[in-house]
Every structure is written in structure tokens, then in C-alpha cells.
Nanobody
């Protein structure tokens, strides 16, 4: 069992940066691939980025490629999302998720979810 908790959201102007953190409880954090998703009001939850168990492989949605960076620290049981050059369309609640198999871009492939953290980007 893994419990996830996100932090680091907030209000930022367009062009600014934020770093989201997600910390995990439990002993098996390093057994899970991790992902970040986001959900804007009235929209479905969408994939943002994923990282494999060792941290050696990362994958990004086209909309954030080159601006966002996902990383993890298994010793600290944490995964991060560095977000640069933020745009108003990045405004959403951001969720971290942990999973052990399936498509990295599909929410149903992830077994554990955090409560989410709000990111608001003003024009």
C-alpha cells in the first residue's frame, strides 16, 4: 500500500516556474512507476509525465515536452515535476500517481493517487 501527497502548487504568472513534489509512504515506492496527471475544470484527467522505477526513463505529453521535467528520488520516496515557462492553459489540479504496469499515459494503469495540488497560471 502506498499513500501519496502532493505539494508545491500555487499561483504564478505566465512564463514563471513551479516545482511540484509528491511524497510517498510505505516501503515499496521504488517498485512503482510514477506519473503526473492534471485535470482542468470541465475536462478529463490528462497525462502529463511519467518516470520508470529507476528514474532512467521519462515520458512526456507533447503539450509539456521541453518545459516540464519529471524526476524521482527513491531514497526520499519522492517524485518531482519541475514546470518552467508556464502557460495559462497549464492551469489545473495536478495529481501524482503510482502504478506497476500498463500504459504509462492511462489513468487506469495507476493504482495509487494523491489528493492533488492546484496550479493556477495567470496571463
Amino acid at each position: 500500500q502506498v499513500q501519496l501527497a502532493e505539494s508545491g502548487g500555487g499561483l504564478v504568472q505566465a512564463g514563471g516556474s513551479l516545482r511540484l513534489s509528491c511524497t510517498a509512504s510505505g516501503r515499496t515506492f521504488s517498485s512503482y512507476s510514477m506519473g503526473w496527471f492534471r485535470q482542468a475544470p470541465g475536462k478529463e484527467r490528462e497525462f502529463v509525465a511519467a518516470i520508470n522505477r529507476s528514474g532512467g526513463f521519462t515520458y512526456y505529453a507533447d503539450s509539456v515536452k521541453g518545459r516540464f521535467t519529471i524526476s524521482r528520488d527513491n531514497a526520499k520516496k519522492a517524485v518531482y515535476l519541475q514546470m518552467n515557462s508556464l502557460k495559462p492553459e497549464d492551469t489545473a489540479v495536478y495529481y501524482c500517481a503510482g502504478g506497476s504496469g500498463g500504459s504509462r499515459t492511462e489513468p487506469r494503469s495507476y493504482d495509487y493517487w494523491g489528493q492533488g495540488t492546484q496550479v493556477t497560471v495567470s496571463p
